[in-house]
């Protein structure tokens, strides 16, 4: 007689309301979260999550759409944190959106200055999330900081190198309370 091994399901739990060092750490214990944009600092960028299968998958369909607004490549690895999904897009912008129903929570737009995309690509790949503020780049290098709840910009760090053709497209990292990003460049020799 065989056995058949029966699935347990997995608990889908949410982060705490305030994402700390050691949330981060342990960001596989909160399945129902991407706080990361590669999810857990071992970069697999694997969900847990076991509800689709290569046999259900055929039946999923779309809940909800959002149009971010821009043209081009968008490049961007949504992150979640206890049900708000935090997007970026080209053009320097980021969206906050409910993500059961896709509803915008706010809309921040870092204005890029006429020439920005003359100098480096116009992408973007994401967002950090720490303590209760969202972190980001934007094309020219710009750092900013946002209340997570409302998107007001609590900081900003403003370099001025985009014209020697610097950029930065990729999304920050959080690693022991610090906010890790580099710069790229050479695209546009």
Not at 144 to 170: I, M, Q
Request: hydrophobic content about 35%.
């Amino acid at each position: 007689q065989s056995r058949r091994r029966v699935a347990t399901p997995l608990r889908v739990v949410s982060a705490p309301e305030v994402i700390t060092d050691e949330v981060l750490r342990n960001a596989d214990s909160y399945p129902a979260d991407w706080l990361m944009w590669t999810r857990t600092y071992n970069g697999h960028r694997f969900s847990p999550l076991d509800q689709v299968t290569r046999t259900n998958v055929a039946q999923l369909t779309p809940k909800w759409c959002f149009s971010l607004g821009t043209h081009g490549a968008q490049q961007c690895t949504p992150v979640v944190h206890r049900g708000v999904m935090y997007v970026t897009s080209t053009q320097g912008k980021l969206n906050a959106l409910d993500a059961k129903t896709g509803e915008l929570q706010w809309h921040f737009d870092s204005q890029l200055p006429e020439d920005a995309t003359k100098y480096g690509p116009d992408a973007n790949r994401g967002v950090a999330v720490y303590r209760d503020r969202v972190y980001w780049n934007n094309i020219i290098g710009t750092l900013f900081c946002h209340e997570a709840k409302t998107g007001k910009v609590l900081w900003k760090v403003n370099p001025d190198y985009y014209r020697l053709g610097y950029s930065k497209t990729f999304a920050p990292l959080i690693v022991k309370g610090k906010v890790v990003t580099g710069i790229g460049g050479g695209e546009w020799g």
